[in-house]
C-alpha cells in the first residue's frame, strides 16, 4: 500500500509542475495562481520526504 500512496504523490507533484508550467507559458499568468500550485506542491513534495 505505501508504494502505492508514494506512486500518486509522484503523479499528483509531476501533475502540478505541468500546471505551474502551463500558467507560466501563458500571455498574462495568474501569478496568484501559481503561488498556491507552488505550496500544494511543496506540501507534496514534503510527504514524499517523510516516507
Known sequence: M???HFS??????A???RQIHDELIRPA????AVKLLK????RIKDELAHQ
Open 2 to 4: 505505501e508504494i502505492m
Open 8 to 13: 500518486a504523490l509522484q503523479t499528483k507533484h
Open 15 to 17: 501533475g502540478l509542475e
Open 29 to 32: 499568468p495568474n501569478l496568484e
Open 39 to 42: 505550496r500544494r506542491k511543496l
